[in-house]
């Protein structure tokens, strides 16, 4: 019996879903998988917690299927050789996928997919994600791409669907039998495209207002930012499907800008705007650059940062023992919910790469592990941007001090995260260091006993390290490189 297959990947959802549409809409029945790859269970840069996610929204993805008569096949293995055993049954005609911009690993999948392919006469067709241009010529066209996709109409979603009889769903593998143990966190979202729609929803509804002004702190940021990462990374949800919203939003709030009910919404949903574009934007360089886990975008920079591996200090800015209340407030809430908002990602990257002069290729790999929206395309570019390492972003060394008093000026974030520093009031919360010792005894807390004092001496080693960087940015190799990077990824909004 001839089948068209669809196969699922990043982009687990049936609605706005192209590639699904154009298997039912063909003439043959059809086939949807999803498989897993044993390797990926070893990549460094890949954490339990994110196949959990993955497979928790694949399910749901699976129930969705079989209610409109579809079904899904789950394989823990090579795609090649799943494909290989469905044609034994089955003539493919078709294959048909959602474009994944991944790190070169996926790269070597998708070709040996191709092959497969074309070794076996099946028609693979693949759709673009989002706004990310597949052989882009130039960035200098980029934005009227990315801008026509995302603005473009839905897809349909299908109401039903024909499957070959007999191909039913299997079980998706559970942790267990995978033989991984994820850590449990703290309010983890729910899966699926339905729960995806709901947060949207509730940030559209109300969450949102005041997004501009509350996306900054940790605190705040917890409930006014979208919190649509997790179910992007996945594909529960498209950008153009968010975008569709929220410009339904604006339009309901130009009406009257000033009215009570529409207050701070203008302002908060023009920032929400950019950053949906910065997503693609940033996505758009890994598109370029599969090795960005590995080579920075401005090689010659990076290697005149020579930037070294210090165990202990490596210790300190993973657990978030550094000594610095805020920093290990942050680290440890990252560690404890998936999540943090991005002022705070990008002050734990910039103290690794500035202050602590730690390699990014390490630290980087820490944070993918620590976020369960972990996107290679965004996560890769902020890191290289964060450390210093593209010649075409000005050099930003966060303060963990001045964040501190900003963001969370009572302290009441630091002691909902670091236990040892819950009865330190306010005037020495951010720096329990200078405590006396009668002050460290009342309130708890004995320095290097309780709690570690400073790793390093922060305001003289972020210098140290922007000095470096300065340095090693004005070098002509590196220099000439930035031009390079800047043809083929600088955003053209700014010269
Ligand atoms: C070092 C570092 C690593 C990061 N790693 C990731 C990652 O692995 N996955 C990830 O999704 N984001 C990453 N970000 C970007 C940003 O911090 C998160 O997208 C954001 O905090 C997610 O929360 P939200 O969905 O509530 O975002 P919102 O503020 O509500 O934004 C909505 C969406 O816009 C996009 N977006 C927001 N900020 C950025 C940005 N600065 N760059 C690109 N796209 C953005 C995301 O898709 C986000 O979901 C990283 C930032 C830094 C500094």
Same mark, same amino acid.
């Given at each position: 019996m001839s089948v068209s297959v669809v196969w699922f990947k990043r982009d687990l959802r049936v609605s706005d879903n192209p590639a699904l549409v154009e298997a039912i809409n063909g003439p043959h029945p059809v086939l949807c998988i999803f498989n897993l790859e044993p390797e990926r269970l070893e990549r460094a840069d890949v954490d339990p917690i994110h196949i959990e996610w993955e497979l928790d929204c694949l399910a749901e993805l699976c129930s969705s299927l079989e209610s409109i008569g579809g079904a899904l096949q789950f394989n823990f293995g090579q795609v090649t050789e799943q494909l290989s055993d469905l044609h034994e049954t089955y003539d493919i005609k078709n294959l048909y996928s959602n474009e994944e911009t991944g790190l070169q690993w996926s790269w070597d999948r998708d070709k040996s997919v191709a092959a497969w392919c074309s070794t076996n006469d099946v028609e693979f067709t693949e759709f673009p994600s989002n706004g990310v241009v597949r052989r882009?010529?130039?960035?200098?066209h980029w934005k009227k791409h990315r801008d026509a996709r995302v603005s473009a109409e839905q897809v349909n979603t299908p109401v039903s669907m024909d499957s070959p009889k007999g191909f039913s769903s299997n079980e998706i593998h559970s942790m267990e039998r995978l033989g991984l143990k994820p850590r449990l966190l703290f309010e983890r979202p729910l899966p699926g495209e339905k729960a995806a729609l709901n947060v949207l929803y509730s940030f559209l509804d109300e969450r949102g207002r005041t997004y501009r002004k509350d996306m900054s702190s940790p605190k705040t940021g917890w409930d006014a930012c979208s919190r649509l990462s997790p179910y992007l990374a996945v594909g529960c949800i498209t950008i153009r499907q968010i975008l569709h919203h929220t410009r339904r939003k604006q339009k309901k709030v130009k009406v009257n800008p000033r009215s009570k009910e529409n207050l701070g919404w203008t302002s908060s949903l023009s920032s929400f705007q950019s950053r949906l574009a910065w997503h693609c934007h940033f996505i758009q360089r890994l598109e370029s650059e599969a090795t960005m886990d590995v080579i920075a975008l401005n090689p010659e920079l990076d290697g005149h940062m020579a930037r070294e591996m210090n165990a202990e200090r490596y210790a300190a800015w993973s657990q978030g023992k550094t000594g610095w209340p805020f920093f290990d407030a942050c680290m440890r809430s990252l560690i404890a919910t998936g999540w943090i908002n991005f002022r705070m990602r990008a002050m734990l990257q910039s103290v690794a790469s500035?202050? +602590?002069?730690?390699?990014w290729t390490d630290t980087g790999l820490h944070l993918a592990r620590c976020f +369960?929206?972990?996107e290679p395309g965004i996560h890769w570019s902020q890191v290289h941007m964060q450390s210093g390492v593209t010649g075409i972003n000005s050099i930003r060394a966060y303060s963990v001090r001045k964040q501190s008093t900003d963001q969370d000026p009572d302290g009441d974030f630091i002691r909902t995260w670091v236990e040892e520093l819950r009865d330190v009031p306010k005037e020495h919360i951010?720096?329990?260091?200078?405590?006396s010792y009668e002050q460290q005894k009342e309130y708890n807390c004995l320095i290097d006993v309780d709690y570690p004092s400073p790793i390093v001496d922060e305001k003289t080693a972020r210098k140290e390290g922007v000095s470096k960087s300065y340095s090693a940015k004005s070098k002509p190799e590196s220099k000439q490189r930035s031009l390079l990077v800047y043809d083929i990824h600088g955003s053209r909004k700014r010269r």
């Open positions: 882009l010529g130039t960035r200098d500035y202050t +602590l002069w730690l390699p +369960l929206d972990y951010h720096e329990p260091w200078l405590m």
